[in-house]
């Protein structure tokens, strides 16, 4: 019998409200953020084995629809009733049970589904890869592309500076590439843009590394408005520019991907694997941001990476930010051989202050982050710091 097929019972669970401070505040063009707000689901067995997964929207619905307190009110009164007291079969059965009838709320559905993987890593003794290689190979996805790297490639995200300027950002895009990361992604909203990029460009040069460099909308732009400033955007030879246009504005995304001659890649539009069908038969964008958090969880976000490797799309796996918790489940999938961009993780010191963090990640002079070979997040501490800086709120 394989990890798919442990058996997942849940005779308990918790939902844990965590707050930690940001050691500098993360703008972007839809919201402030000041504090990584979450919410950490814990999944128990009979035997006490403990499964804990994170849900990461934020407190306004600048991102998504979804927020803290709507994926605290699906989580406890919606979710969490559809497998408590239950036994099922296998990891898939118990996450099947989480997605039927359910529309939306995915991010409170990645909080659920993700302890239930990390229950059955528990349960097992085997680390998170060990479980999605076998997904991956039951999912029918080629045995180059069920290979893990073993870590997890780190870029930098630099928010729009808050009372700062473009010295502010030029010097944090030198002191991230001169610590090793791998990527330069910049926030841009109309007036914030080109200026930025050229900015950052010209100091990164002076570091003697060439690291790709893009540019991250969340969906600022609008073609009736901003027409002209995609336009001046995409003379800067990017790598990409992300999610320009509003997530459901679907023709206009096709249409401005055609247009353009930087790669258009999605984010926010990439809502689950029906979505990513959609882009490739209208040979919509070609790279693609693979969030977690955003798809609901991790067997959603296997199936859109088989669908990406077989169609070469380029990947690479974004973040919310999580805490650390929830940020083990975005290294080992970002670990996997179809990730072929330095991806959104970053170790717990670029967000918080020493400690703070609820899972702490280091990344090397190389910039990665190895994942880890421990039995889920229990063996990493997790329960104890959530006993010490959790307050249960279901």
């Known amino acids: 019998m394989g990890p798919l097929d442990t058996p997942v019972e849940i005779a ?53 629809e979804e927020t803290l307190a709507t994926a605290r009110a699906c989580i406890v009164e919606h979710l969490l009733p559809r497998i408590a007291g239950r036994r099922f079969g296998s990891l898939e059965a118990a996450a099947v049970a989480l997605e039927a009838g359910m529309r939306g709320n995915r991010m409170a559905r990645a909080g659920v589904e993700t302890a239930l993987w990390d229950l059955v890593c528990a349960k097992a003794g085997i680390p998170l890869c060990t479980v999605l290689a076998a997904a991956l190979e039951r999912l029918g996805v080629r045995a180059p592309m069920r290979r893990s790297r073993g870590y997890a490639e780190c870029g930098v995200a630099l928010g729009i500076p808050e009372g700062g300027g473009l010295e502010v950002l030029a010097a944090d895009a030198v002191t991230a590439v001169r610590a090793g990361y791998r990527r330069v992604k910049l926030k841009v909203m109309p007036g914030w843009d ?33 027409m002209q400033a995609l336009r001046e955007l995409d003379r800067e030879r990017l790598v ?25 890649c999605l984010d926010e539009s990439l809502t689950g694997d029906r979505a990513a069908q959609l882009f490739l038969e209208y040979r919509g964008p070609a790279i693609w941001n693979l969030k977690v958090q955003r ?13 990406a490797v077989d169609a070469g ?25 179809g990730f072929v961009l330095p991806g959104d993780a970053e170790p717990s010191a670029r967000w918080y202050a020493p400690g703070a963090d ?7 002079v190389e910039g990665r982050i190895a994942v880890s070979d421990a039995p889920g997040l229990a063996a990493l501490g997790l329960k104890e710091k959530l006993e ?7």
């Open 240 to 264: 990409m520019i992300e999610q320009p246009l509003a997530p459901d504005d679907v023709a206009g995304t096709l249409r401005l991907a055609s247009e353009l001659e930087t790669p258009i």
């Open 12 to 64: 308990r669970s918790r939902v844990f409200e965590v707050a930690v401070p940001l050691r500098q505040p993360f703008r972007i063009s839809g919201g402030t953020l000041r504090a990584r707000r979450s919410l950490i689901v814990e999944l128990t067995d009979e035997a006490g084995a403990a499964g804990y997964g994170e849900s990461a929207p934020f407190e306004a619905p600048f991102y998504s």
């Open 358 to 364: 609820l899972v702490e990640w280091t990344m090397d």
């Open 194 to 226: 080109v200026a930025a990029v050229r900015a950052v460009r010209q100091a990164v040069r002076g570091t003697g590394r060439d690291v790709p460099l893009w540019a991250d909308a969340n969906g600022a732009y609008t073609p009736e408005e901003h």
């Open 313 to 337: 799309v380029r990947l690479w796996a974004g973040s919310m930010p999580e805490t650390g918790a929830g940020l083990h489940a975005v290294l080992c999938l970002a670990s996997f051989a």
């Open 295 to 307: 798809v609901g969880g991790l067997w959603e976000s296997l199936r859109i990476y088989r669908r």
């Open 388 to 394: 010490r800086v959790g307050r249960v709120v279901g």
